[in-house]
């Protein structure tokens, strides 16, 4: 099963790509989404095209994306649910099936604690995928969001699977 992983932003959103045969786990590509810092509107269109190129070219079958945390600063915690909405738009438009998940539960599935500084993140992603540097905090955010995906997923057998059927 290939799994897409998504820590989405308003400004730059991390990427991931997993593969997960049983409890082995490969890694396949990671990257940041640049939005940019101009108009809104172009921002969630860059971040809707960008993951539509890589949904496009790695084919995953199933998705899963960090759910938005309440902020004190409801400005930008309305910026990144648009964010995620457009995200989850890419996703949509390749028929994927995204999975939540809190911060919360993607720190405690890869460190065993739910409050892990990002730092601990990016050291536990390195030490289980081996990805090629560099490894920024959002994409290694985004990695980690595909391995707790695989370990909250029950095993498949065909890649085909985890797509939604029309």
Excluded at 96 to 105: N, R
Excluded at 144 to 165: D, E, F, L, M, Y
């Amino acid at each position: 099963m290939r799994i897409l992983g998504v820590d989405p932003g308003s400004i730059k959103t991390g990427v991931g790509i997993l593969d997960a045969q049983g409890n082995h786990l490969s890694y396949v590509y990671h990257t940041v989404i640049q939005a940019g810092k101009g108009d809104f509107s172009e921002r969630l269109t860059n971040l809707f095209l960008g993951l539509n190129d890589i949904i496009a070219e790695f084919q995953p079958d199933t998705a899963a994306m960090e759910d938005v945390f309440v902020s004190k600063n409801v400005a930008s915690a309305l910026k990144l649910g648009q964010a995620r909405g457009a995200l989850i738009a890419a996703c949509g438009h390749h028929k994927l099936h995204v999975e939540p998940y809190s911060p919360t539960k993607v720190k405690q599935s890869l460190t065993g604690f739910g409050r892990a500084e990002k730092s601990q993140i990016q050291h536990m992603v390195n030490m289980l995928l081996k990805p090629p540097p560099p490894l920024q905090e959002d994409a290694a955010d985004a990695l980690a969001v595909c391995i707790c995906h695989a370990h909250h997923t029950p095993v498949q057998t065909s890649r085909s699977r985890g797509r939604k059927q029309s």
